[in-house]
Nanobody, 123 residues
Framework: QVQLVESGGGLVQAGDSLRLSCAAS????????MAWFRQAPGKEREFVAA????????YYADSVKGRFTISRDNAKNTLYLQMNSLKPEDTAVYYC????????????????WGQGTQVTVSS
């Protein structure tokens, strides 16, 4: 069992930066694929970024590529999302996800989810 707790959200202006953190419990954190998703009001949850436990490769949605960076610190059991050049359309609740198998961009493949953290970007 893994518990995920996100933090770092807030209200910022367009062009600002934020770093989200996802603290994970459990001793097997380093063996989980991890991802960030987001959900805006009235919209479906969408993939943002992910990385596999066994590879340094990272994966991003086209909408955030070049602006967001996903990383993990296995020693701290923490996943990060560095968000730069934020835009109003980045406004959403951001969720951390872990585990499962299959395609990284699919919501249903993940076994564990955090409660989410709100990111609001004003224009």
């Amino acid at each position: 069992q893994v518990q995920l707790v996100e933090s770092g959200g807030g209200l910022v202006q367009a062009g600002d930066s934020l770093r989200l953190s996802c603290a994970a419990s459990g001793r097997t954190f380093s063996t989980y694929d991890m991802a960030w998703f987001r959900q805006a009001p009235g919209k479906e949850r969408e993939f943002v970024a992910a990385l596999r436990w066994f590879s340094p490769s990272t994966y991003y949605a086209d909408s955030v590529k070049g602006r967001f960076t996903i990383s993990r610190d296995n020693a701290k059991n923490t996943l990060y999302l560095q968000m730069n050049s934020l835009k109003p359309e980045d406004t959403a609740v951001y969720y951390c996800a872990a585990g499962g198998r299959g395609t990284l961009v699919v919501v249903n493949r993940y076994d564990y989810w955090g409660q989410g953290t709100q990111v609001t970007v004003s224009s």
